[in-house]
Every structure is written in structure tokens, then in C-alpha cells.
């Protein structure tokens, strides 16, 4: 996967005075052993200049960590640490941040070898609000040198996202189509994240479009579709027109991405794109998508910015559907009743036009866009991947902005199904616990947009700490049974 940031995390251990200085040491050097037994070393580093004590150590440390170029950071306490300290830390630290500390080892040991870092931890925190810093802190955020070594790979995934999200640019074609008021949204929250954007004229991407019409790489774009379709190739004379597109895109993105280092797209697929490109977009959103780089259908800018979110904490390929229709209840009693441990009010199908990358796909087959193609000439309404979407774990989610500038999210987990779906487009059938009430209480009561990003595996976890750490105030999930939503009515 390209366009994605490699992430570092420095960790940084520190002390308080008062504490044996040897307790922090033995105990960083115990977590460096353990995580490297068990995951990959290049993810960390060991700061190795000092025990955090003072604020002259914490500027150290800020430089040993910019010249190993970390761009995240784990304060470890390994005893009750330095409160002040250890939070100037993480505030001069330009890159997010976690905290965890050591547990005590051994009944033997309890005076001369006691930490009391369950206690720091909670001066810490405190601290931390003082200062109004933001850091990722664990669950369960005190423990032994292996399990402080599985919290730091676990903010492996939700610190490349935040990483990711400072060097965005989100590149977008035209306004949203007339009748999709419910994408549109103020893009002032995405400078607040540090992201920015370009917004562009339709007009300006048809140009470059045409610009691109003898472009002598077209026959090997060609040749990667052709071997990537096989026998899914139902369309081979649109392909000259996809490869044309997929190069405009890409060069458009190398061209204006600017200071930025990463990029997602949200494009415009109707309703004049059929009639001036001559053919639909899917394909081409589906693989540039597949080497990392989300393409949002609609202009759905925040669509293509929870994809990126998506992409980075799953590292794979995402997708992006409509919440779009009820599974039929004949389909149900046949296919999932008995099977499956889902009420029918559990399941729904998600689907869009033919977006989602070949990867994800059972099979797959190029073809035309039939809701499109009601209206217009059907050979304008080639270039869509059509097929059902793989069985397996999925994480359903979205960041989005209210219409007065505030991030709002909901992530929610479940599986598509083994069950074909017998209709057409990129499409599954899905299926996550309690959905019915989620959907009704969540989704419309928090006037969600229909479009709804999808990682494949179950990713919840990293992806509500990431919203998390970005400040989002509401986040949605599906609650169990029993367990009512605010505005569930308690006699219904």
C-alpha cells in the first residue's frame, strides 16, 4: 500500500526523583526485549539519552527523538514519574502520544523495588487536562513488560492514522449532484484536523481528461486492467477511456498534492460525467483505492476522509457503500435464518455502483451502470466492477461534520455474509448486531449520510480511539440488547 506514513514511536521512559532511577531503566529495557520478541522492532524506538526527571531531560529527549525521526511518542513510566516533566513532554512532542507504566513484579521486591506507577498514572492524566494535551491512554494501561509491549503495538494502527491525517490533502471534483444535500458538509472541521483541501471544477478535471488522450502509457494501463479483469472483461472497448482516466488522476495528484505527503480523492460520477467522459468512473475509484489511495464517489469529501482513516488502521484496502437496502424476508428464511445468528432487523445490504476494489470481490465483472443507464445511452454507462463483496469481519464507520462545524462519528462491527445477494453493482449482504436499533437511533437520529466506509476485519477498537484523539465529542455504536440508546423510547 502506497500513501501511507511509516510510523516510529520513540519511547521515552521517566522517573520521579524520589524513585530509584534503576526502576524506569530495568523496566524500559525489560518492554524494549519484550516487544521486540514479539513484534516488529522497526515500529519503536529506545530513547536512549536520558531517564526523564526534569524538564532539561524532557528537552533531551524532544531532541533525540527528532533526530531519530519519531513521529509518535510512548512516555513509559516506570515508576511514579515525573508529573510535570512527563507531560511537558508530551505537549512539546509534535506528533500523538501514548502513556502506559509498569506493574509491580514480585511480592519480593515491594519496598526497595516498589514503583507506585498505578498511582502516577493517575497524576498524569490529570496533568494532561491541565495542559490541555491529548494522549492515547490504554484501557488498561498498567502492566507487565509484555503486555505494555501489546498496548504500544496496538497504537501502532491509531497513531499512522493520526500521523497520516496531519499530512492529508483531500483532492475533490465538482459540488455534490443535485439530490445529494446529505454529503455535503462544511469542510471547516478538516482544517481544524490539519487537513487540507482542494476543491476543483469538474470542468478542470475534463480538461486534463482530454489532455491525456494520446498519452502513449495508455496501452500498459490497458494491459494492468485487462490481467487484473480476466475473464471479468465484458467491456474491453471501455478500457481506453478508464486507463485515460486513471492516468489523469494520478497525475493530478502528483501535480497537487503540494506540501502535503499523502492524498484522497473525492470525485464526481454523475450526473454529466457519463455523457462528457463517455463512460463511468467505479473502476478506476476502485483501484486507485486498492494501492491506497481512497476514492470517494459523489464528492463525498468526508467519505474519502474516513476511507483514509480506514486504510491506514486496517492497512488494507477499504471500500465505501451505501447503507442501501433491506435484505428480502424470503431471502432470510432461506439463506441466514438457522445459519446465522441474526434477526432479520440485524441485516441489510451495502452497496454502491462498482467501487469496491477487485481484492474484496468473490468474483467480478466490468460492466454497466443499470440505474445510470435508465436514462442514459447504456455505452456511457460502462466502467463499473461489479460483484459480491467477500465473506468475512468488517468494521462499518464514518467521521463526519454537523451542519455548525462539529465531528461527529459512529463505528460499528459485523461480517458479510456467505449469501449471494442476486442483484448487481458492488454489493453485500451484511450483517451487525442490533442494526436495526443502531440504525434508528445512531444513524438517523444523528442524521448520517447513506455513505458508510468499510474496512475489512474487525478494527472498531483502533478506529473509536483515533476519533478519539481527534476530539470527536459523539461517537455511535451499536449497543447490545438491553442496553437503550438515549432516545430509545424505554416502552416501545
Not at 524538564?55 to 512516555?75: G, P, T, Y
Not at 494522549?135 to 507487565?144: D, K, L, N, R
Not at 447490545?480 to 432516545?487: D, E, Q
Request: proline share 5%; hydrophobic share 40%.
Amino acid at each position: 500500500m502506497i500513501n501511507a506514513p511509516k510510523v516510529k514511536i520513540g519511547i521515552v521512559a521517566v522517573s520521579r526523583d524520589c524513585f530509584p532511577e534503576s526502576l524506569s531503566v530495568n523496566r524500559r529495557e525489560a518492554l524494549i526485549k519484550a516487544y521486540t520478541e514479539k513484534y516488529d522492532a522497526s515500529d519503536i524506538y529506545e530513547c536512549p539519552v536520558c531517564i526523564v526527571e526534569s524538564e532539561i531531560h524532557m528537552r533531551q529527549a524532544i531532541e533525540d527523538l527528532k533526530k531519530a525521526e519519531c513521529n509518535a511518542l510512548c512516555v513509559f513510566l516506570g515508576n511514579f514519574g515525573p508529573e510535570i516533566s512527563e507531560t511537558m513532554l508530551a505537549q512539546e512532542f509534535n506528533g500523538p502520544v501514548m502513556f502506559c507504566a509498569a506493574a509491580e513484579e514480585t511480592q519480593t521486591n515491594l519496598c526497595g523495588g516498589r514503583g507506585d506507577a498505578y498511582c502516577g498514572m493517575l497524576n498524569a492524566s490529570y496533568n494532561l487536562k491541565v495542559r490541555g494535551v491529548k494522549a492515547y491512554i490504554p484501557e488498561s494501561p498498567v502492566g507487565t513488560a509484555a503486555e505494555c509491549a501489546d498496548m504500544i503495538n496496538q497504537f501502532v494502527p491509531i497513531a499512522k492514522a493520526l500521523v497520516g491525517l496531519k499530512d492529508l490533502k483531500i483532492i475533490s471534483f465538482g459540488p455534490r449532484p443535485t439530490n445529494f444535500f446529505a454529503c455535503n458538509a462544511p469542510i471547516q472541521p478538516l482544517y481544524d484536523l490539519g487537513v487540507e483541501i482542494e476543491e476543483n471544477s469538474e470542468l478542470d478535471l475534463f480538461e486534463s481528461f482530454k489532455n491525456h488522450a494520446n498519452d502513449e502509457r495508455i496501452p500498459a494501463k490497458i494491459k494492468e486492467m485487462e490481467e487484473e479483469l480476466g475473464e471479468g472483461n465484458l467491456k474491453p472497448e471501455v478500457l481506453p477511456k478508464l486507463a485515460q482516466y486513471e492516468l489523469t488522476l494520478l497525475d493530478w495528484i502528483e501535480a497537487h498534492k503540494g506540501c502535503k505527503k499523502y492524498v484522497a480523492v473525492a470525485g464526481k460520477c454523475w450526473p454529466a460525467f457519463q455523457t462528457q467522459f463517455g463512460c463511468v468512473p467505479c473502476y478506476v475509484n476502485s483501484r486507485l483505492t486498492g494501492i491506497g489511495i481512497p476514492v470517494s464517489c459523489e464528492v463525498d469529501i468526508y467519505g474519502a476522509l474516513s476511507e483514509f482513516i480506514g486504510t491506514l488502521v486496517s492497512d488494507d484496502i477499504v471500500t465505501l457503500l451505501d447503507i442501501n437496502n433491506t435484505v428480502p424476508a424470503d431471502m432470510y428464511e432461506e439463506s441466514i435464518k438457522g445459519k446465522f445468528d441474526y434477526k432479520l432487523s440485524d441485516t441489510f445490504m451495502g452497496f454502491h455502483c462498482g467501487n469496491t476494489n477487485s481484492k474484496k470481490l468473490s468474483a467480478c465483472s466490468m460492466k454497466y451502470q443499470m440505474i445510470m443507464a435508465r436514462n442514459l445511452p447504456e455505452e456511457v454507462t460502462q466502467g463499473t466492477l461489479e460483484g459480491d463483496i467477500i465473506p468475512g469481519d468488517i468494521t462499518f464507520f464514518r467521521l463526519q461534520s454537523t451542519s455548525d462545524c462539529k465531528l461527529r462519528a459512529y463505528v460499528a462491527q459485523g461480517e458479510v455474509l456467505p449469501v449471494a445477494t442476486k442483484s448487481f453493482g458492488s454489493i453485500g449482504v451484511f450483517a451487525i448486531p442490533e442494526m436495526g436499533r443502531f440504525y434508528r437511533h445512531v444513524l438517523i437520529q444523528g442524521n448520517f449520510p447513506h455513505h458508510g466506509a468499510v474496512a475489512f476485519g474487525h478494527h472498531g477498537k483502533a478506529i473509536y480511539e483515533v476519533f478519539k484523539y481527534l476530539g470527536v465529542a459523539e461517537i455511535g455504536y451499536n449497543k447490545p440488547a438491553g442496553v437503550l440508546y438515549p432516545t430509545e423510547n424505554p416502552f416501545a
